[in-house]
């Protein structure tokens, strides 16, 4: 009887700690608990700029679509930026092996060579040349007549920050 006494008081000192451990963790499981909550609210933010960023991908690659040119973004130290779906077409590079790369780096079949004098001149704000014909060959190995235009990509405070090529494709050469 007096094991089973001692043994109750014991159990009853223990709930008395568990008790008071619960108590203590009460505060931490609510501060848990709110930010958990706003970890949610982020992630939905997040989610939904996400979303709104892919669809303003889709209708920009659908714009430069339109434009019917392989389109290129270089930056100012002429690394890729943007690889149009055409210029994946043109050429046969996918923009996740082109992009971060030097333009002036890339084996295409167009000669990249040509591009330096136009975009260095973009780049540091003089006029360029309207148009430029070059030969090329297309990923299909055909010879290829382009037109060619650099134009400078400003910047929010109108700073010239990169350069946009755009590559025409004017006919199939014999």
């Keep these: 009887n007096e094991e089973i006494k001692s043994t109750i008081e014991e159990l009853e000192t223990t709930n008395e700690e ?3 451990t619960t108590e203590a963790l009460e505060p931490l499981h609510a501060a848990i608990s709110s930010t958990n909550e706003e970890l949610q609210a982020i992630n939905d933010e997040l989610r939904d700029r996400t979303t709104e960023v892919n669809q303003v991908n889709a209708y920009i690659e659908s714009v430069l679509e339109t434009l019917d040119a392989s389109v290129i973004v270089v930056d100012r130290a002429m690394q890729v930026r943007v690889w149009s779906g055409l210029s994946f077409e043109m050429w046969g590079v996918r923009a996740d092996e082109v992009e971060g790369q ?29 148009h430029v014909r070059v030969e090329a060959r297309s990923r299909r190995g055909s010879r290829i007549a382009c037109r060619v235009r650099v134009a400078p990509l400003r910047g929010p405070e109108r700073s010239v920050e990169g350069a946009i090529i755009l590559i025409y494709q004017e006919e199939t050469l014999a």
Excluded: H, K, W, Y
Excluded at 102 to 130: K, M, Q, S, Y
């Design 18 to 20: 568990l008790q008071s």
């Design 102 to 130: 030097n333009i002036l780096g890339l084996d295409l079949g167009f000669p990249v060579d040509r591009l330096g004098p136009l975009i260095r001149a973009c780049l540091a704000g003089e006029p360029t040349e309207d």
